[in-house]
């Protein structure tokens, strides 16, 4: 079944829609401001899921954990990322707070298979790049004072 959303996830990342977000996420990484309020928008997007540790939850996380990595880049913090993928997220980011959607979100159950699709897709182009900003994470969390000084 995840096969299938990432399948057409890629179908819809290549919709003149989805382009056109992919075009104004370019425009939001020089804007660290409206960056934040996108964040903050597709954070309370996030949060409404309501899924108990189902495939909408992965997928939650997974989006939750790029919002982290993209407060970090903005911070200068974290840059161990290319700004491609960082444009690709935002895009789907967008796509996902904006009402103008390929599949539209008021139609029953239908709507929001575009977004999770689109989600899918992400999550298996972006996979590695999680992986490595989970790490960065974990290792800049870890107390190194509790083993000594290296």
Known sequence: MINDWIH???K???NPIFKKFLGKSGRLL????KLGLLLTSAYSKLVDVDSNKSSFEQLKEFMMT???LVKFYINGDYRNVSRKSLMIGVAVLLYLVTP????PDFI????LLDDLSLMA???DAFQT????FRQWEADTNFDHTRIGSL
């Open 8 to 10: 057409k996830g890629l």
């Open 12 to 14: 819809y990342s290549q």
């Open 30 to 33: 020089g804007k660290p401001a």
């Open 66 to 68: 790029f919002i982290r």
């Open 100 to 103: 103008l959607d390929i599949i």
């Open 108 to 111: 029953p159950v239908i709507g």
């Open 121 to 123: 897709w992400f999550i």
């Open 129 to 132: 790049e999680i992986n490595k």
